[in-house]
Every structure is written in C-alpha cells, then in structure tokens.
C-alpha cells in the first residue's frame, strides 16, 4: 500500500498521526508545508505516489487550499483530507467545493481521525479498483445472470451474418448491443447506420430508407442515398420497427429477401450487401395476430431473438452503472466526480427505473449538476425517485462493486452453447439478492438475541458481531476461492479491513492473497 502523505507545520500534529496510524499498520509520509508535497509528487513514480493526503490549511510558504487545487489537477482521484480549526469552518466549505474528500476540525478526536483517515483509504482502493475495470471500457456493463447470457449470446451472434431480434423496453440499451453485434463481427470496418422508425413521418421514412431520385417530389433537388445504400458493406439498425408503416413492412420484405430496392422516383435496381438488425420494445407477435404487422416480415426478421432486460431485472447493476455514469457525467462536465453514499444507493436500486439505463444516466448527470456536495445522501435523490418510496416487498441489494464483464471478443472463448431462454421473449430473469427484511436470516439473528441476552450474558454484541462479520468473509471468501482482494471487492470493503479481520476472526486458513 502507498503511504498517507501529512502536510503539517506542526511537528506534534505530525508526530501524533504518524504514531497512531502506524499502530494500524499504514505507512505515512510527512511534510512539513505545500511546497515540499509539489516537489514530491513531481518526482515520485506512479507507485510512489500518496494514497491518500491529509492537509493543513494555514502553514508557512502556501495554504493548503491551494495545494488541494495544484493536487488535484495532478492526481484527481486522490482524497484529500483538510485539517482546519474551528475559525477557518469557511475554508471548509471551500475544501468541498475544490474536491476534499473531508475536513477535520482542530482540535481533533484521535481515533476519530484515525477512522477517518481509513475511510479515505478504503474509499482509494475502491477508487483504483474501479478504474482498472473502467480501463478496460466495455461498451455495455452489467454482472446480472440475465445480462451474463445478453454477453455470451452478443459473443456467438456477432461472428455470423444472421439477422437479430432485439426486444426489450425502452431504454434498456439495444442500440449499444446492435453496435456491439456490429463491432466484433467480420464487419466492423463497415459502416454502422441507425434509423428510428418511429421518430421519422410516415411520408418521409421511405424516402430516409430508400432514398431517392432528383425530381422525385417536390422539394427532390438532387438524387439522395438512403440508409440501405449508406449501410452498404456493413449493419443497418432498424430500431422500434414495430412502429413501421403497414406499406413499407412490404418494401423492407422485398429488400432482405433478395438485397434489392428501388429509389423514390427511380426505376433501376439498387442491389445493397448490408446486415439488419432490429428492435423494438412491443410485442410483434401481438401486433402480427391484430394485422398490423406482417408476419412473413416477423419470421424474417426474427430468425434469433436476443431479449434485453430491464433494469429492474438487474438491479445488482444498479451501483456499477450509477458509479459508470456519474464519472462520466463529471468528465462531460469538467467537473470531480461524485460518490454516493450506501443509503442513496439503496434508495436507487429500490426505485422502479421505467426509463431503464437511459434513465439512470439522466439521473446522474442531474445528480453531477443539482447535488450540493462530493458525496450523494438519499436526500440528494432527484424528486421523482424520493416521491416513488421504497418497495417493502423488493430486495435490498448490497452495496459493493461488482465485476465489470466485458463483451466477449472472439465466440470460441465462450461456452459451447448459450442458455436457450436467452432467446425468448418470456425468459425467468434469476436475481441474486438478500431475502426482505424481517424474514429468513433477520429472524433466526433476533432469536438469537434473545437467547444470549435471557442467559444473562454482557457481550452479545461481540459475540453476535465476531459471528457475523466470520459468516460473510467466509462466504465470500468461498465464492473467490480464498482470494482475499477478490472478495474484499465483493464486499465492498478494503484490502486492509479484510485482511485485519481475517486475523482477528482466526481465518487464514480459508485465505490466500
């Protein structure tokens, strides 16, 4: 672990931290003003560097302000810590508003700055954990089972030409698998082009798709390629098309039959090699039994389907995609990322989303914007999430960072064959959750309780802890094989805290580094 790097004039402010962070087993580096800290980090290699800086803010030859300003810039994600007295409260709040993960009055509480400072320190390792998985940058995120069998299914689809089937609800994302079915197939240096069919007139979609002669109609200066030719070579996406007009399901029949069309106006065959793929979030079979889609164009065009679940389907997503979006939110924006507090998470993953991802993104680019400080609380929430409540009846997810899966590339690398209700329609969604409050579990640990506390015993919350805290990093120890950063991860604890649990719980043997 990188060393706590201690900006002090004060030798026995540095003294006193220095001693009992070291009786915690952190390494620490002192300073004794900003000028010092600046030609550190300016020589210092990656791992050299601070994990996190706990900061004064009046010292001789800089403020502290400043270096939070000069640091960050340097290394954004570090946590910057602020001791202040009470007197300089107001360049606490400027501490905040410069990025400060949090401020420490003077004169402080010991083990309450020793608390603080772990926190930090757990909350960086989460930091560079999370930006490991972001390097790798998959164009969609998601450890759900439902979306785990989306991923595997893209991987086998995406090395065959064979027309897809995309159906899910709005805003689930099925414009990011039909482009990452395009990607990783033999014809990704061709041209993705994609139309939604019921965002365009009726009068003019023909045309968009077709395109047309010069003279046409009124208003055809010039002869115009359209979204076939364009796609020629590569994946057309032909999102929503169960709202395509009744005439044209006729002339887009005729199309994926033989590959040939004909202009608006024109009278020569244009013949166009392009991949179709399509969406749409309405029921095709239904529309095809009321007569309102042709079902020769269905069974064309729904030769796999690929179903994509909503997201409350996949609520264990909910904390990967809010961490994904508000960091790109604040890169959009210029701006520091913020984090968000467990019990604003909770809140989330309990809320309906009936915009889906899309509007789980628009929510945290409301929350980079609207949100008065670095960290989200519940109360923070945008209205209609507060208004919506909490479903008693829904589970209540744990809050850790989850694996992020990327698509897979090549087809072979995946299992021999996909689930088969991957692509259906009506396929179960498994959830791995908690049970609801009060029931399972929560009932047999009050039993308990009551156990020990009518026998008299004094250490009920010891022993009930010890038992507790034993139980969960066994379990997650036994589903990462002993690997203790893995299943620190999963917990959503730090490296360090497992590790002095373990110790302290007499755990190592089901452990490994």
Sequence with gaps: MKPIWIVDDDQSIRFVLEKALL??????????????????????????????????????????LDLLEQVKKKLPGLPVIIMTAFSDLDSAVSAFQGGAFEYLPKPFDLPKAVELIRRAVEESQREEVAEERMA??????????????????????????????????????????????????????????????????????????????????????????GRFEQADGGTLFLDEIGDMPFDLQ??????????????????????????VIAATHQDLEQRVKEGSFREDLFHRLNV????????????????????????????????????????????????????????????????????????????????????????????????????????????????AAPRPEIFSA?????????????????????AEALALLNAGRNDVWDVLTRRFESKLIQTALATTRGRRIEAAQKLGIGRNTITRKIQELNLEKNSSE
């Design 23 to 64: 009786r915690e087993s952190l390494p620490t580096r002192s300073f004794t003003n900003p000028r010092e800290v600046l030609a550190a980090l300016e020589s210092a290699g990656e791992e050299d560097g601070p994990q996190i800086l706990v900061s004064d803010i009046r010292m001789p030859g800089g403020s502290g």
């Design 136 to 225: 790798a940058a998959p164009e969609m995120l998601g450890q759900a089972p439902a979306m785990q069998d989306v991923f595997r299914a893209i991987g086998r689809l995406s090395q065959s030409m064979v027309t897809v089937m995309i159906t899910g609800e709005s805003g689930s994302g099925k414009e990011l698998v039909a482009r990452a079915l395009h990607k990783h197939s033999p014809r990704a240096n061709g041209p993705f082009v994609a139309i939604n069919t019921a965002a365009i007139p009726k009068d003019l979609l023909e045309s968009e798709l077709f395109g047309h002669e010069r003279g046409a109609f009124t208003g055809a200066q010039t002869l115009r390629r």
């Design 250 to 275: 006729t002339r887009l029949l005729r199309v994926l039959s033989d590959g040939n069309f004909y202009r608006v106006g024109g009278h020569s065959a244009v013949k166009a090699n392009v991949r």
């Design 304 to 415: 796999i389907r690929l179903r994509l679940p909503a997201l409350r389907e996949r609520r264990e997503d909910v904390f990967m995609l809010t961490r994904h979006f508000l960091q790109q939110s604040a890169r959009q924006l210029g701006v520091e990322p913020k984090r968000i507090s467990d019990a604003a998470l909770q809140h989330l993953s309990h809320f309906g989303f009936p915009g889906n991802v899309r509007q789980l993104e628009n929510i945290c680019h409301w929350l980079t914007v609207m949100a008065p400080a670095q960290v989200i609380e519940a109360k923070d929430l945008p209205p209609e999430v507060l208004s919506a409540g909490i479903d008693p009846g829904q589970p209540v997810l744990p809050a850790q960072i989850p694996n992020v899966a990327a698509l897979p590339v090549l087809a072979d690398s995946l299992p």
């Design 426 to 446: 009506t396929a179960p969604v498994p959830l791995a959750v908690l049970p609801p409050g009060d029931s399972g579990w929560e009932l047999g640990l009050e």
